[in-house]
């Protein structure tokens, strides 16, 4: 047992580490006349307990002001295991620094894991050793020494930075420097002029699997997190694959009558170069359909990998399949998680948008989280075709992201929209004084 005590303005403080107390983010606070006093299962778990502290003391400003603060008891120890944000700096870059702010707010709200799209159709942003190709004539991509920056900046403070290389879709950027690695199809070219036209890498190309064992090895010496996400999401495969004399023989040699079968082969290399390395995989969960009615997994997932739900409509289904096979599921699904789509009818992204469905501050809040064993936890996007920069990116995510937190953290039966909502002022007037941009939700308030 660690302690650390200290005494400041005639205030007794007491800090220690308690390893027997059950799970590793668990905290008790206790506030009372002879003084305040903070256990936790490990130094992650007091550093939650001093965001709960915090909020306290921003919460009850009067109280603060006059050196105060009202006694409290708070056992207290998170809902789910995984609190996750994600950025897409391939779309848009940011900035080491931007990215460093961003993180320092998240923690306030107790995540633990921020995800970075690196690859896809609009850039490569990260460096990979022996390929300097991939980011040849760009300046906007992390080296590995900003990585190791932002992933000891993210580690200081708890959170778990992930990345994400978006495969066999999304994959332009790399096809840019390498296409020879494409289908060999007769509207390849047009395919690739357009950013999310659908060009995939070739499921029968030898050298697309070295060099994508190259990529993971690099990313998997990069980042310590013991998850590397691959995508798989939105692969335009009866425009490539199918069409692709070399996936067609690949096809036949295989018994295959659906070029989407080649997912399963297609991955069963990826994956190899994940395990090799020591990593387990993500992948977003896709379905036999991108609308219900849907049966299947697109492919066979194996039990090992983490899916994530994201389509609109397919989260119930695809809570079913999971917990079938076996998977382990982040819940991110679009009517709820991404933050990416408009807050109020009206508002922005005011272009890239395709028609997005309004995610209100309290439909974020509604996710339901349920105790399926599975269930890892939560994650908000920030896809980023429309955010230019970590201003409009706090635009985006704040409140809503504090509704997501709370939906990783506090078990379902003890949330409440209206406690939710009685707490959002202090909570804002916070984000003012650190001058975040975010949006203020009106429409909750006055009634």
């Known amino acids: 047992m660690t302690e650390h005590f200290g005494e400041g303005n005639g205030v007794k403080t007491r800090l220690e580490v308690d390893p027997s107390m059950s799970g590793k983010e668990h905290y008790r606070l206790e ?18 307990g001093m965001q709960t502290l915090d909020q306290i003391l921003w919460g009850d400003v009067a109280a603060t002001a006059r050196g105060e603060i009202s006694p409290v008891v708070i056992d207290d ?27 320092d707010i998240m923690a306030r709200y107790k995540f633990n894991v921020l995800q970075l799209h690196l690859t896809d159709d609009e850039g490569w942003r990260v460096e990979i050793a022996g390929h300097p190709e991939l980011t040849a ?62 060009v995939m890498a070739c499921a029968a190309n030898d050298s697309v699997y070295s060099l994508y064992d190259d990529i993971i090895g690099c990313l998997a010496s990069m980042f310590p997190s013991p998850y590397i996400h691959l995508g798989g999401d939105e692969a335009a495969i009866e425009r490539n694959w199918a069409l692709c004399g070399d996936c067609r023989r690949m096809m036949s040699e295989r018994g295959y ?54 389509r609109n409509g397919l ?69 980023g075709e429309a955010i230019a920069d970590v201003d409009r990116a706090f635009y985006m995510a704040y409140p809503r992201a504090m509704a997501l937190a709370e939906a990783g953290w506090t078990l379902p039966e003890r949330r409440s929209w209206d406690s939710f909502r009685s707490r959002l002022p202090g909570a804002l007037s916070k984000l003012m004084q650190l001058g975040v ?3 203020v939700p009106f429409e909750v308030f006055g009634d």
């Not at 697109?298 to 090992?304: A, K, N, R, T, V």
């Open 31 to 48: 506030v009372n006349p002879s003084g305040l006093h903070l256990t936790g299962a490990s130094e992650e778990a007091l550093f939650r």
């Open 315 to 383: 989260t119930p289904k695809c809570m079913e399949l999971t917990a079938a096979n076996g998977n382990p599921l982040i819940m991110a699904p679009g009517e709820h998680a991404y933050l990416d789509y408009p807050q109020m009818k009206g508002d922005l992204p005011e272009h890239n948008n395709w028609g997005m469905p309004v995610t209100t501050l309290q439909r974020s809040y509604s996710i339901d989280m349920p105790a399926n064993g599975n269930v890892e936890g939560v994650m908000g996007t920030l896809w």
């Open 257 to 310: 009558t659906e070029a989407a079968s080649l997912m399963n082969d297609f991955f069963g290399r990826m994956l190899s170069s994940v395990r090799s390395r020591g990593k387990k995989a993500i992948l977003w969960c896709e379905l036999d359909n991108i609308y219900m009615p849907a049966e299947k997994y697109l492919m066979d997932y194996p039990s090992d990998v983490t899916l994530v739900t994201w």
């Open 77 to 103: 120890a998170p809902a789910f295991p995984r609190r996750a944000l994600m950025l897409d700096p391939a779309r848009h870059f940011i900035p080491v620094k931007d990215v460093k702010r961003f993180i």
């Open 137 to 198: 004539g760009s300046d906007q991509y992390y080296s590995e020494s900003d990585i190791r920056e932002i992933i000891g900046y993210a580690a200081d403070r708890y959170i778990e930075i992930v990345p994400e290389t978006d495969i066999p879709g999304h994959t332009r950027a790399l096809l840019s420097a390498h296409p020879e690695l494409g289908c060999h199809i007769a509207d390849s070219a047009a395919l690739a002029a357009v950013p999310g036209a659908g």
């Open 437 to 439: 941009s975010f949006r």
